[in-house]
C-alpha cells in the first residue's frame, strides 16, 4: 500500500475492525483466518508451546503464541544486552546527540519519541538505539534485552502508519508519529528503554505490567499505571509485552554501551541473541 494513500486512511476505524476480527472465536472465521495466514506466511511453529495453528482459540492467540521453555537461551553474563524480540535490524547506532536515523534521508528527536520526557530525554541523548521491525511471520511477544525496574511507562496517541521498510523510507518521523508504547527502566547497568511502535492494522499492543493499551484516536500523553501486582523487576529475557498484529521496537540505551561487533542493518534477529554489552 502506497504511503501516499495511507495519510487517507481512517487508521483507528481500521484498527478497530481488525481487533473484532482477530478476536473472534467463531470456528469457522478463526480457521480460516489462521490457515490463510499459514499458507500466505509459513511461520515456524517448531518452538511454539503449541505447535498445531489450528489449536488456538482465535487468530490473535495464534499470532501472539508463546514460546515452549528453553526455546530461545541467553549468553548467561548479566552484562550481555540480547535481543528484545525476532524481527529485521533496521539500524543499530549511536544518537547523534538528540537525534536519530529513521531511514536513509529521514530523521527525527529523541524529544519527539520519547514525548519530551526530558528526563528520560536527557539519559539517552548521544547513547546507542536500535531499531527492529517484526514482520508477520515472526513471533510477537517482546521480552527484556536486560535485567532492570520498570520506572515509567506512558502511551503517546498518533496516527498508525504501516512500518515496513517502503513507508518508513517515505513517511517522515513515522516513529515519533505512530501510536507508541513507552516502558522506560532502571537496570544494574543504567537506565534503558523500549519503544512500542503501534503501525497499521495493529489493534492494540500489552505490557505484562498494564495489560491490554489499545490506540487512542485522540488526545495526550496518557501515564499507564500498573495494573497488576507483578514484580516491576523483571530478569533478563522475561516477557515484556506483545504486539497484536505486527510491528517495531525501538530499543534506547545510555551512552556507554557498545554494539556486538560485526552488527548490521537487515540482520536477522531472534530472541535471546547478543546484540553487544554494557558499560562496566
Not at 36 to 56: G, I, K, R, W
Request: overall charge positive; aromatic content about 10%.
Amino acid at each position: 500500500m502506497s504511503a501516499a494513500l495511507q495519510y487517507l486512511l481512517p487508521h483507528h476505524l481500521l484498527c478497530r475492525l481488525v481487533y473484532l476480527l482477530t478476536r473472534s472465536e467463531h470456528r469457522w472465521l478463526k480457521n480460516l483466518l489462521i490457515g490463510a495466514f499459514v499458507h500466505c506466511y509459513a511461520p515456524d511453529m517448531s518452538e511454539a508451546l503449541e505447535s498445531e495453528p489450528l489449536s488456538y482459540p482465535n487468530f490473535n492467540a495464534f499470532f501472539t503464541r508463546a514460546l515452549r521453555e528453553g526455546a530461545r537461551p541467553a549468553d548467561p553474563d548479566p552484562r550481555r544486552l540480547v535481543s528484545p524480540c525476532d524481527g529485521t535490524l533496521s539500524i543499530a547506532a549511536s544518537a547523534r546527540g538528540h537525534e536519530l536515523v529513521q531511514a536513509k534521508s529521514h530523521v527525527y528527536s529523541l524529544e519527539a519519541l520519547l514525548a519530551a520526557q526530558s528526563d528520560w530525554v536527557a539519559r539517552f541523548a548521544g547513547g546507542l538505539y536500535a531499531t527492529v521491525y517484526l514482520a508477520p511471520r515472526d513471533y510477537h511477544r517482546v521480552h527484556m534485552p536486560l535485567a532492570g525496574q520498570l520506572r515509567d511507562a506512558w502511551l503517546v496517541p498518533g496516527r498508525l502508519f504501516s512500518v515496513n521498510a517502503a513507508t518508513t523510507a517515505r513517511v517522515p518521523r513515522l516513529f515519533a508519529r505512530n501510536e507508541r508504547v513507552i516502558c522506560a527502566f532502571e537496570g544494574e547497568y543504567g537506565p534503558f528503554a523500549l519503544v512500542l511502535v503501534g503501525a497499521l492494522f495493529v489493534g492494540s499492543m500489552s505490557t505484562v505490567w498494564h495489560g491490554e493499551v489499545t490506540p487512542a484516536a485522540a488526545g495526550g500523553v496518557r501515564r499507564l499505571v500498573p495494573r497488576t501486582a507483578i514484580n516491576l523487576w523483571q530478569p533478563r529475557g522475561a516477557e515484556l509485552g506483545r504486539f497484536n498484529m505486527g510491528s517495531t521496537v525501538i530499543l534506547l540505551l545510555p551512552a556507554g554501551a557498545r554494539w556486538e561487533t560485526g552488527l548490521q542493518a537487515g540482520a536477522r534477529l531472534r530472541v535471546g541473541a547478543d546484540l553487544g554489552r554494557m558499560a562496566p
